[in-house]
């Protein structure tokens, strides 16, 4: 890789990797499985980045399918040490729950591959096809994707309708999560 290249790489990465690592947290449900997915997707990205013509496009893709893979692992399917703490979000008596934790419970309970395109289609906000071409996927499996986990997350969320603010999901632009 001659110098040109790897400075374009190390800007890549300084503008790109909270949303990348944001993106693998919301597919995957753990900080540091999003982590881990986002570096090793970075480092085969750098060996292959004079030859990618949409280094955004292929990045996403990578990192949506490592963190999906790193759910995968064996040493992931143990369970955690942290019995204090509980498996499930506890509704406030007074009503002050966090909706970031009702979102991010609720995530978890949608399959993967739905959960997948939900990240892509709603947080980062790419079209139906452009995300088909992400995952690789037909357009019509996109669109029964995402109307399935939205319905998944409308059961796990109690809710008809689903619409979240930036901070819902520690963004800084704002979404919705609707059927388009």
Same mark, same amino acid.
């Given at each position: 890789?001659?110098?040109? %290249?790897?400075?374009?790489?190390r800007e890549f990465f300084r503008a790109r990797f909270d949303a990348l690592r944001a993106l693998a947290y919301l597919t995957c449900?753990?900080?540091q499985a999003a982590e881990d997915a986002v570096s090793r997707s970075l480092a085969k990205l750098y060996?292959?980045?004079?030859?990618?013509?949409?280094p955004l496009g292929y990045a996403q893709r990578m990192v949506v399918r490592a963190a999906i893979d790193e759910g995968r692992r064996p040493w992931r399917r143990e369970t955690s040490v942290g019995g204090?703490?509980?498996?499930?979000?506890?509704? %406030?008596?007074?009503?002050n729950?966090?909706?970031?934790?009702r979102l991010r419970e609720a995530l978890l309970q949608v399959p993967p591959r739905q959960r997948a395109v939900l990240v892509l289609?709603?947080?980062?906000?790419l079209s139906v096809e452009e995300t088909a071409t992400a995952l690789r996927l037909a357009t019509g499996t996109?669109?029964?994707q995402s109307a399935?986990?939205?319905?998944?997350?409308r059961k796990a969320l109690g809710v008809a309708e689903i619409r979240i603010s930036a901070n819902t999901l520690s963004r800084e632009d704002s979404f919705e999560l609707r059927p388009a």
């Open positions: 890789m001659n110098r040109d %290249d790897e400075q374009e790489f449900g753990d900080w060996v292959r980045w004079h030859k990618i013509d949409s204090n703490l509980p498996d499930q979000v506890v509704a %406030d008596p007074a009503g729950t966090d909706e970031r934790l289609r709603y947080y980062e906000g996109v669109k029964s399935r986990g939205l319905n998944t997350l």
